[in-house]
T-cell receptor, first 116, second 114 residues
Framework: DAGVIQSPRHEVTEMGQEVTLRCKPISGHNSLFWYRQTMMRGLELLIYFNNNVPIDDSGMPEDRFSAKMPNASFSTLKIQPSEPRDSAVYFC??????????????FGEGSRLTVL | AQSVTQPDIHITVSEGASLELRCNYSYGATPYLFWYVQSPGQGLQLLLKYFSGDTLVQGIKGFEAEFKRSQSSFNLRKPSVHWSDAAEYFCAVGPPGGYQKVTFGTGTKLQVIP
């Protein structure tokens, strides 16, 4: 079975440019999470969706960040405009929650973003 | 609010030696507890989880963890470490049911020396 698929794996961009990260969760999972990992702050939850609806976006650092989940098989995390401090590895994870699941997270391999 | 503390940032052990990674959590009731492992350049992979029942749980790759309610701890152990175990290990806590967000600790980086 395919796991969580993220693209691109690596992105190098210049400050001020728009960045879009993409995620395809595991089929059948009803929750999707976006995390950011940096040396300084560790693994931070940015936002999570349940049944395609954003439940908690309190971790989104500022208005430059936005996330969407138009359907059960696709999500995007967009940064516009990007800044050097946004450089990090961004992980997408999915899980099956509720009566049929247990909340175990399945992570993608991450998108490494470098903003120059 | 839930929180997780991993007091050891970095641990070095010799191959074949035993390992224990510490994890303490803060949560109002009995949470769901997890240990994840991250190899360089990879995402996190679940090693084991505790939801209820037997407080000693077995995971993949020969790891086990013990839930101690009185100490609010969920320490990870392995009797004999292999060089391939070198990675970063994350403890995580979440509310029962998994609907809400899981909180991760800051991680413990394990180095294995020959």
């Amino acid at each position: 079975d395919a796991g969580v698929i993220q693209s691109p794996r690596h992105e190098v961009t210049e400050m001020g440019q728009e960045v879009t990260l993409r995620c395809k969760p595991i089929s059948g999972h009803n929750s999707l999470f976006w995390y950011r990992q940096t040396m300084m702050r560790g693994l931070e939850l940015l936002i999570y969706f349940n049944n395609n609806v954003p439940i908690d976006d309190s971790g989104m650092p500022e208005d430059r960040f936005s996330a969407k989940m138009p359907n059960a098989s696709f999500s995007t995390l967009k940064i516009q405009p990007s800044e050097p401090r946004d450089s990090a590895v961004y992980f997408c994870a999915s899980s099956s929650t509720g009566a049929s699941g247990n909340g175990e997270l399945f992570f993608g391999e991450g998108s490494r973003l470098t903003v120059l | 609010a839930q929180s997780v503390t991993q007091p050891d940032i970095h641990i070095t052990v010799s191959e074949g030696a035993s390992l224990e990674l510490r994890c303490n959590y803060s949560y109002g009731a009995t949470p769901y507890l997890f240990w994840y492992v991250q190899s360089p350049g990879q995402g996190l992979q679940l090693l084991l989880k505790y939801f209820s029942g037997d407080t000693l749980v077995q995971g993949i790759k020969g790891f086990e963890a013990e839930f101690k309610r009185s100490q609010s701890s969920f320490n990870l152990r392995k009797p004999s470490v292999h060089w391939s175990d070198a990675a970063e290990y994350f403890c995580a806590v979440g509310p029962p049911g998994g609907y809400q967000k899981v909180t991760f600790g800051t991680g413990t980086k394990l180095q294995v020396i020959p």
